[in-house]
């Protein structure tokens, strides 16, 4: 056999290997085809899921942020209260300082003026003996009775 010949067989078991394969390749393009179909189908849901996430996430960081800031006024309204609280307290001891002064001067004007009010009973006392005492001199000169004598023990005492 020829050289030519088996050149010619040559060529044609390339050519025929050359169609099964550009056979095999269009089989495999075409075959890909609904993989690849899938695979768009399941990236376009992911695409979507993640969307779906993003706008989830940036809700959940709005409310957390919207929490944060309401924890933090009421963290501020209770320290005021807190505050307040203190307040109340230093000035309910204030005010039970600023009683017992009050108590404690009326406690010692209330003795003083008992000092005060024995002194105005000895005057008082003194001055009714006095009166009785001239009282008791008139009565006498009205009467034109001769002197009589009348002692302090006989007079009333109030």
């Given at each position: 056999m020829d050289y030519a010949l088996w050149?010619?067989?040559?060529?044609?078991?390339?050519?025929?290997?050359?169609?099964?394969?550009?056979?095999?390749?269009?089989?495999?393009?075409?075959?890909?085809?609904?993989?690849?179909k899938k695979m768009k189908g399941s990236a376009n849901n992911l695409t979507d899921r993640m969307g779906k996430l993003q706008l989830e996430t940036t809700s959940l960081s709005h409310n957390a942020n919207e929490l944060k800031e309401d924890m933090q006024m009421k963290s501020e309204k209770?320290?005021?209260?807190?505050?307040a609280g203190k307040g109340t307290v230093n000035s309910v001891i204030d005010l039970n300082a600023s009683v017992r002064a009050i108590t404690g001067n009326i406690a010692s004007r209330?003795?003083?003026?008992?000092?005060?009010?024995?002194?105005?009973?000895?005057?008082?006392?003194?001055?009714?003996?006095?009166?009785?005492a001239l009282e008791n001199r008139n009565i006498t000169k009205?009467?034109?009775?001769?002197?009589?004598?009348?002692?302090?023990?006989?007079?009333?005492h109030y």
């Open positions: 050149l010619y067989i040559a060529l044609a078991i390339f050519v025929v290997a050359l169609i099964i394969a550009i056979i095999g390749v269009v089989m495999l393009i075409v075959g890909m085809k609904e993989p690849l209770i320290t005021a209260l807190i505050d209330v003795d003083h003026n008992r000092d005060n009010i024995a002194e105005v009973n000895q005057w008082s006392n003194g001055a009714m003996k006095l009166l009785v009205r009467s034109d009775v001769t002197h009589s004598s009348t002692s302090f023990s006989d007079t009333k």
